[in-house]
C-alpha cells in the first residue's frame, strides 16, 4: 500500500502553506518551535475540548491530522526538508489525544493544572525522543510521516498518564 498525500494545496501561495504549517512566528521565529506548537496545542485544547467527549475529540484531531498531512506535506516539499522542525502544526493538532479521558477514572482525582503539566511534559518526552518505533514511523512519506509520529506520541503519552495516575492512586 503507498501513502499518498492529498495533492488539494498545491494551488495555494509558499506563504499561506508554509504559515500554516509553521503556524506563523511559532515555528519560525521562536526558538524550540516544537515545545511552542505544543504549548499552543495544550492552549487550543484547554479552550475547545475541555469538556468534550473522547469521542468528539478523536473525531476531530482525526480529520484536522489528515488536514495536516496535506499542510506539513506541501510546506516541507516547499521548504525542501523531510520534517523540519519549524513545522508544528502536527504538535499543535495532536496534544488534545494526549487527554482523552482525563476527566475520568484515576485522573479525575488531580487538580486541572497537574494532568495540563504532566501530560504536556508527557507529549513532549514522547516526541523528542520516539520509543517504542515511533520513530519508524517518521519514514512514512512526506506529510503522513511528520503527523503519525506525533500522533502515537500523543497516544502513548495518554496512556502513560493514565498509568502514572492509577499507580499513584494506589500507592
Known sequence: MR?????WLRRLPKKWVVGVATLGPLGTRLP???????LA????????????????????TVILSYIAVA???????????ED???????????????????????LAGF?????????FALFRLFDILKPFGIAK?????????????????????CVTLHIGAWLLAIM
Open 3 to 7: 501513502l499518498s498525500e492529498p495533492q
Open 32 to 38: 524550540a518551535p516544537g515545545t511552542w506548537g505544543s
Open 41 to 60: 496545542g495544550l492552549l487550543y485544547t484547554l479552550l475547545v475540548f475541555r469538556s468534550a467527549r473522547w469521542e468528539v475529540t478523536v473525531v476531530w
Open 71 to 81: 499542510f506539513t506535506g506541501e510546506a516541507g516539499r516547499r521548504l525542501g526538508k
Open 84 to 106: 523540519p522542525g519549524e513545522i508544528v502544526l502536527d504538535e499543535f493538532i495532536v496534544i488534545p489525544l494526549v487527554f482523552l479521558g482525563w476527566r475520568a477514572g484515576y
Open 111 to 119: 487538580a486541572e493544572w497537574k494532568v495540563a503539566i504532566a501530560g
Open 137 to 157: 514511523l517518521q519514514r512514512w512519506p512526506g506529510g503522513w510521516g511528520v503527523v503519525a509520529d506525533d500522533f502515537v506520541a500523543a497516544l502513548a503519552a
